[in-house]
């Protein structure tokens, strides 16, 4: 099957920071398996395989076959709890999937170009939303979003609405959210123009009579 990562699992009795400590001598973490209106399944894995879920090419969108004793479950890992003092992971949750009914889940949005707006019309880019919320098949869930921007003019935008999305996948978050946009940079205002020009075109300020009658007085003084 596509796109699917196998693991090992254990089954785990008990709870607490005494059998956590056991397990992560032993290079495990307590996990659990819920959803899919299904009992939770409390679980023991190795940290080795949460790592490597993370930096697999889906990373937490990865479907994952658990193989627990004689019992198969198809999940995909749903949250990860880490030490507040370290960066060690200490749990991790996964959901029950039933590969035949989609869900929905965050993609990553990824741009690709340079606008044209930036390069020719002395604008700035603003990458303003990068994931997104979609709805398909587990194994159809994509890396990632790639998004064109090279034809970006200063002063237009690209909206989830505009983004390339196969049929296969479902847009669930608002189609007129704006993804990333070229804003023109601020220009004065025609007055504004105006009174910088004629400040640049003017003389130096000459002495005035009432100046230099000051400046007499101060010098026979």
Same mark, same amino acid.
């Given at each position: 099957?596509?796109?699917?990562?196998?693991?090992?699992?254990?089954?785990?009795?008990?709870?607490?920071?005494?059998?956590?400590?056991?397990?992560?001598?032993?290079?495990?973490?307590?996990?659990?398996?819920?959803?899919?209106?299904?009992?939770?399944?409390?679980?023991?894995?190795?940290?080795?395989?949460?790592?490597?879920?993370?930096?697999?090419?889906?990373?937490?969108?990865?479907?994952?076959?658990?193989?627990?004793?004689?019992?198969?479950?198809?999940?995909?890992?749903?949250?990860?709890?880490?030490?507040?003092?370290?960066?060690?992971?200490?749990?991790?949750?996964?959901?029950?999937?039933?590969?035949?009914?989609?869900?929905?889940?965050?993609?990553?949005?990824?741009?690709?170009?340079? %606008?044209?707006?930036?390069?020719?019309?002395?604008?700035?880019?603003?990458?303003?939303?990068?994931?997104?919320?979609?709805?398909?098949?587990?194994?159809?869930?994509?890396?990632?979003?790639?998004?064109?921007?090279?034809?970006?003019?200063?002063?237009?935008?690209?909206?989830?609405?505009?983004?390339?999305?196969?049929?296969?996948?479902?847009?669930?978050?608002?189609?007129?959210?704006?993804?990333?946009?070229?804003?023109?940079?601020?220009? %004065?205002?025609?007055?504004?123009?105006?009174?910088?020009?004629?400040?640049?075109?003017? %003389?130096?300020?000459?002495?005035?009579?009432?100046?230099?009658?000051?400046?007499?007085?101060?010098?026979?003084?």
């Amino acid at each position: 099957m596509e796109n699917v990562m196998t693991i090992k699992a254990e089954s785990r009795e008990g709870v607490g920071k005494q059998l956590a400590k056991q397990l992560r001598k032993q290079g495990k973490i307590p996990a659990i398996i819920y959803g899919e209106t299904k009992e939770s399944i409390p679980i023991s894995i190795q940290v080795a395989d949460v790592k490597a879920i993370l930096k697999s090419e889906k990373g937490e969108n990865t479907v994952i076959k658990i193989h627990r004793d004689n019992i198969e479950v198809d999940a995909m890992l749903k949250e990860i709890q880490y030490d507040y003092l370290s960066d060690h992971i200490i749990h991790a949750d996964f959901l029950r999937l039933d590969l035949a009914k989609p869900i929905t889940t965050w993609v990553p949005i990824v741009v690709k170009g340079e %606008p044209i707006g930036i390069k020719l019309e002395d604008g700035i880019f603003d990458f303003i939303t990068r994931d997104i919320q979609v709805k398909c098949l587990p194994t159809k869930i994509p890396r990632e979003i790639v998004v064109e921007i090279s034809d970006l003019h200063a002063g237009h935008s690209i909206k989830a609405a505009d983004l390339p999305m196969g049929e296969e996948i479902q847009l669930v978050s608002d189609p007129h959210r704006v993804i990333c946009a070229v804003t023109s940079k601020a220009k %004065p205002t025609a007055e504004e123009a105006r009174i910088e020009a004629a400040a640049a075109e003017a %003389p130096a300020e000459q002495p005035t009579k009432e100046k230099e009658d000051k400046k007499e007085d101060k010098t026979s003084g």
